[in-house]
């Protein structure tokens, strides 16, 4: 038999990645295409090429001109890309001799367009344009300040001050005359541009590109060339969509005894997912980690810096005794993901010495851990194992591969912020069946208002319900709670919402509320994101108060063994604040991410002579803006998937066989299929299935689609009740017959009235007092 001991293993030399130094790099703004053209020998008023944009997202096109204006009134009036107008964003001139502008069009359209640049009035010149589009450019705030020189001689140049880690800064040039010209170290040139009207009439104009330095500052955009002559130059920084995840304060590696320890330090993070760690060896990296450590994204807003950073750490406990010089050859590499996918590579560290034993650390905590108790994922590993176990002795699993379930549109719908439309059990992190039902809906908001306000006027009690149940308080709890113990129990009403509800007074008969009586009532907590309480108040009316009727109804038998239940799974352990979800909730539960995620659904009572189809429902949580697809299995046979796109919700329901399904726990696993950077969050699985008549604890929720009689099995005490909770300023309760049978009792009743029911039935063991 299989030893029951857990271990956490801190994973060593395991073989997750591997490829050549040069594939790395870093993702952020993107060089998409170079165009240019010039006016050759001619003086012109306009000046058209063509253009092509790609299909990248987050473009922008810059155009700049450089013109030679002998008159000093050649300006550029207008350029257009397909008809569209770019915006100027700054322009220099050096006397009447040379003049450069750069204009800007933010989201230009994809494919092949003319870029026409107009001059003022009816001017000609010789001047030179180009095009250069980028893509994974701040489409909100995409350029910084504009910055420019003007000047003559050799080496044009200008400094553009404030560029921050991430940006581009590019620049465009003009100068007086056709002397070839080149850009500085560290500028890519883009194009290059003559003309070639002769003498002093010509203008050579030039455009070039630069990288922000690490950790930000100034950049110098600088030219070389021979002559004289008259210059002048304009630049800007270009913005990223996203700014660099994370910027590190420090990396080191340190070899002990036993091991090496790598630590790191943030001094800033904003939308960082987490980091790989990397030993490189011979020029190639081995990929340490099996999982993303985590970041702060799931802890800081989307945008939001975390200033403060944190520290992080990663244990490599793999021999180097195979290197001949034991440590030279090793280097370790840090990459960090945010919640786009841009991968930042920082590094590489060599390794520092230390005879000194291994430090006490905590263990790193993955992704797929977030939100998990140590204690949690020891019961949940052994529970899993069991149930496959278990599994792997159901016959349906051998009836072949491939998806099993059938697709339907889903039914998914959030729960309610707030109103009147409720789902009864509800309640964060945890698994529980859902009955529809409803509050009264017929008071108007003004009514409402007005009826609280005479409430809290009037001597009354708050009794503050949690959660759905039936509730009694006995006569001593509402007299220390202020109810006068003089009051005529026949005029006690209950309120809720401003609306009255129904209630039973025991004892209410002689006039007199005595110790030995008490009320009783249905109640609803609420399902909000600020509260699970809802509030009802007791007080004495002017005349009598709504009580709630009994029946014992007369049917024949309906035939029927089991009624629509559902149950989900709504874990509430992990909060998304990245994630701009309105007055949605943004917490979640487990991260699927990496490889399977199990989920465990307690089913009570499944039908197993039902014909019927049950139906699982997902809905994922989009944590980075890729694409996602997640397969889903139901006790280890695939039912389907859920494809969906960045950071919305992703919904699957599909309808599978009732016999896939086991009496109690219940497997379902989530794997995601599109990569890396395939993150989501578990907002809610809900499995819809046939449950038997037969109570779950002693209680029992249970709908009936036509009056008849039937028969509820399995309670454990004798003194059973149930009410009709269909419409619940009607409440009534039904008294039926009550045997024994089996191991326990049974309750036979009958339901009158036509449609469908909700019902709860329950012991009086199960009979609730307020919080």
Not at 635 to 645: M, R
Not at 658 to 670: D, F, H, P, R
């Amino acid at each position: 038999m299989l030893k029951k001991t857990f271990f956490f293993l801190i994973l060593v030399s395991s073989l997750v990645c591997l490829f050549s130094l040069a594939q790395v790099r870093a993702q952020g703004i993107n060089l998409d295409a170079v165009s240019s053209a010039d006016t050759g020998p001619d003086l012109l008023n306009s000046l058209t090429f063509s253009h092509t944009v790609g299909a990248d997202t987050n473009r922008l096109l810059i155009v700049g001109v450089s013109i030679q204006n002998p008159d000093a009134g050649d300006t550029v009036a207008s350029v257009t890309y397909g008809g569209t107008n770019l915006t100027n964003v700054g322009a220099r001139s050096r006397g009447i001799f040379a003049r450069t502008e750069i204009w800007s069009l933010v989201a230009p359209a994809t494919g092949t367009y003319d870029v026409v640049v107009t001059l003022s009035g009816t001017n000609t010149a010789s001047f030179a344009a180009g095009g250069i589009s980028f893509t994974g450019v701040n489409q909100t705030s995409p350029l910084g300040s504009f910055f420019s020189a003007a000047g003559r001689g050799t080496t044009p140049s200008v400094n553009v001050r404030n560029v921050n880690e991430g940006e581009v800064v590019i620049d465009t040039v003009a100068r007086n005359s056709v002397n070839p010209i080149t850009a500085g170290s560290g500028q890519t040139p883009q194009w290059n541009r003559a003309t070639s009207r002769g003498g002093t009439a010509d203008v050579i104009g030039a455009s070039s590109t630069e990288p922000g330095p690490d950790g930000g500052g100034r950049v110098t955009m600088d030219w070389a060339s021979t002559g004289n002559d008259r210059w002048a130059i304009g630049a800007v920084a270009i913005k990223p969509a996203n700014p660099t995840a994370v910027k590190l304060v420090s990396f080191g590696a340190t070899k002990h005894d036993a091991g090496t320890l790598l630590t790191w330090k943030t001094g800033f993070e904003v939308n960082n997912l987490g980091f790989h760690v990397y030993r490189e060896e011979n020029g190639e990296l081995l990929r340490l980690t099996p999982d993303v450590i985590a970041g702060s994204a799931l802890l800081a807003g989307s945008g939001t810096s975390l200033g403060a950073g944190r520290s992080y750490h990663w244990w490599d406990l793999s021999s180097l005794s195979s290197q001949p010089s034991g440590l030279g050859a090793v280097r370790y590499w840090l990459e960090d993901i945010d919640l786009n996918g841009k991968r930042t590579w920082h590094g590489p560290v060599m390794l520092s010495v230390t005879g000194k034993p291994l430090p006490k650390t905590v263990k790193p905590e993955f992704l797929s851990e977030l939100g998990v108790r140590l204690d949690e994922q020891y019961d949940q590993y052994w529970r899993v194992h069991d149930l496959k176990e278990k599994l792997k002795r159901n016959p349906l699993l051998m009836k072949g591969k491939g998806a099993l379930g059938s697709r339907i549109t889903p039914a998914y719908a959030k729960p309610a912020s707030a109103g009147n439309s409720l789902k009864a059990g509800t309640s964060v992190g945890t698994q529980s069946s859902l009955v529809s039902q409803s509050l009264p809906s017929s008071q108007s908001s003004s009514l409402v208002a007005t009826m609280q306000q005479l409430l809290a006027g009037r001597p009354s009690v708050k009794l503050t319900i949690k959660e759905q149940g039936w509730y009694r308080v006995t006569q001593p709890e509402l007299v220390a709670a202020g109810l006068n113990p003089g009051v005529n129990p026949r005029y006690l009403q209950l309120y809720v919402d401003g609306a009255e509800q129904p209630i039973l007074v025991r004892g209410e008969g002689d006039g007199r509320f005595d110790p030995q009586d008490a009320i009783e009532f249905y109640g609803v907590g609420l399902d909000t994101l600020s509260t699970d309480a809802r509030v009802y108040w007791l007080v004495e009316g002017t005349k009598p108060g709504k009580r709630i009727k009994v029946y014992e109804g007369k049917g024949a038998p309906l035939g029927i063994s089991s009624f629509p239940f559902a149950v989900e799974k709504r874990d509430r352990t992990i909060y998304f604040a990245a994630l701009k979800n309105g007055e949605s909730s943004n917490f979640f539960g487990s991260i699927v991410a990496g490889g399977p995620v199990n989920q465990l659904l307690n089913l009570p009572h499944p039908d197993a002579a039902s014909s019927g189809q049950a139906s699982l429902e997902v809905a994922l949580q989009g944590v980075t803006r890729a694409p996602h697809r997640v397969k889903v299995f139901l006790n280890e046979v695939e039912v389907g998937e859920v494809v969906f796109e960045g950071q919305s919700l992703g919904i699957g329901q599909w309808a599978v066989p009732q016999s896939l399904l086991l009496e109690g726990e219940n497997l379902v696993t989530l794997v995601p299929e599109g990569g890396a950077l395939d993150v989501s969050l578990v907002d809610v699985i809900r499995l819809t299935y046939w449950h038997t008549y037969g109570a779950d604890d002693d209680l029992l929720r249970f709908t009936v689609d036509r009056p008849g009689q039937l028969l509820i099995e399995g309670f454990s005490d004798s003194r059973i009740r149930v009410v009709d909770i269909t419409d619940p300023p009607k409440i009534q309760e039904i008294m039926g017959k009550v045997n024994t049978g089996g191991s326990g009792f049974t309750l036979s009743l009958t339901v009158n009235g036509s449609g469908s029911h909700a019902l709860y039935a329950f012991t009086e063991g199960r009979i609730k007092s307020p919080a």
